[in-house]
Structure formats: C-alpha cells, structure tokens
T-cell receptor, first 114, second 116 residues
C-alpha cells in the first residue's frame, strides 16, 4: 500500500535562509512524486514532479527536490526563502499501477519571518 | 478563460437546501476530480471521472452526487448536507496517459462551502 508522510506540520524560517520541507513515501512500485503549493484561499499549484528521470528535480520559484530511493524520501528545498513562499506545501505520491489512486500528505505550513 | 475554473467561489447553504458546484477545465484534459479539503485533515479524493465515466468513488455519502456531462465540465450536486460538510471543495483535471502513469493535476481555486 502506498503512503506519504510529511514529517513537519509547520516550518518557520527567516527570509533569506534555506528551506527544507521533508517528505517520506512508501510505494510498492516505482512512484511518481509531486510537490504542490497552496497559497491562502487558492487552489493547489504544481511546484515540481519526479517521474523516474533525473533524481534531482528543479521546479518553479527556485524550489527543487531530490528523490532518494534508499531513504524513500523526496524532500523539498530552496536555498533562500522569500516572504512570498509562505504557504502550505503538499507532497503527493502516485503510482505506476494505473488507475487514479493518489495520496496526498497532510501538508506542511511554511512561515517566513522578515 | 484558461486553466480550471470553479463557481461559485463561496456558498452558504442550509441543511435542507439543494445546490450545485460547477467546474470547467479549458486544458483539453480527459480526467476530472473532486476533492474535499477540511481544516486540519489531508486532502480527500471524492470522485474521479475519466472520459466522462466515473472511475473512482471513495465511499462518499450519497448527499454528494457528481455529474460529468462531457470532458470539460464537472458538477457536484449537494442536498441535505450536514455542518461537518463545510469545507473547501477543489476540482482538478489531468490528462490520463495511455500507459496509465499518473500525471500531474491542475487545480481550480475551490468553492468555500459553509453549511448552517
């Protein structure tokens, strides 16, 4: 069975410092992995996706994530936080088995302090 | 209009009312989804339509009734809802690949529903 765990419900950083949002997954098959961002009162927007090509995936707004199969992790990072990065971030796992099963993590709320 | 649109953006209804949420996608996708997002709970997949056929239904109460008349439009009909149904309802669409590989979903802004 698939699952996804976001290890922190809240992360607080200062503007200009690095961001790390952690995600661990469980999948019997080669997974598709995604990070989405949701700003207040908005829908979810895709940040980046991993689909078994390069293990280091670059996304929008300077975010990137690294797929580590040995650690079953897909952590999201950004070298320097900006105030506009304050939002909720969701790690998502799909699968190669077909169908439409997708599992969303519980979300990590990112706070950015001036 | 581009992307995925949802109307209305906000809805307040009583428990005896009947209302409908509408979603429209302008991306040429062939799959559409309804999600429920409640405070402090993970996003819940409610229904999935692929090529206008319902392919996923996660044991949602019958007071929620989806309708997909074509690949661009999706409705969620609501009747005799409960206060605990108050949530943000998100619509999404994706392109279902022939390989069955899960592709990214594009989300609408959501409808904030309050049931009194």
């Amino acid at each position: 069975a698939q699952s996804v765990t976001q290890l922190d419900s809240h992360v607080s950083v200062s503007e200009g410092t690095p961001v790390l949002l952690r995600c661990n997954y469980s999948s019997s098959y080669s997974p598709s992995l995604f990070w989405y961002v949701q700003h207040p009162n908005k829908g979810l927007q895709l940040l980046l996706k991993y689909t078994s090509a390069a293990t280091l995936v670059k996304g929008i707004n300077g975010f990137e994530a690294e797929f580590k199969k040995s650690e079953t992790s897909f952590h999201l990072t950004k070298p320097s936080a900006h105030m506009s990065d304050a939002a909720e971030y969701f790690c998502v796992v799909g699968s190669d088995t077909g169908g439409f099963k997708t599992i969303f993590g519980a979300g990590t709320r990112l706070f950015v302090k001036a | 209009e581009t992307g995925v649109t949802q109307t209305p953006r906000h809805l307040v209804m009583g428990m005896t009312n009947k209302k409908s949420l509408k979603c429209e996608q302008h991306l040429g996708h062939n799959a559409m989804y309804w999600y429920k997002q409640s405070a402090k709970k993970p996003l819940e997949l409610m229904f999935v339509y692929s090529l206008e056929e319902r392919v996923e239904n996660n044991s949602v109460p019958s007071r929620f009734s989806p309708e997909c008349p074509n690949s661009s439009h999706l409705f969620l009909h609501l009747h005799t809802l409960q206060p605990e149904d108050s949530a943000l309802y998100l619509c999404a669409s994706s392109q279902d690949g022939a390989s069955g590989r899960w592709n990214e979903q594009f989300f609408g802004p959501g409808t904030r529903l309050t049931v009194l």
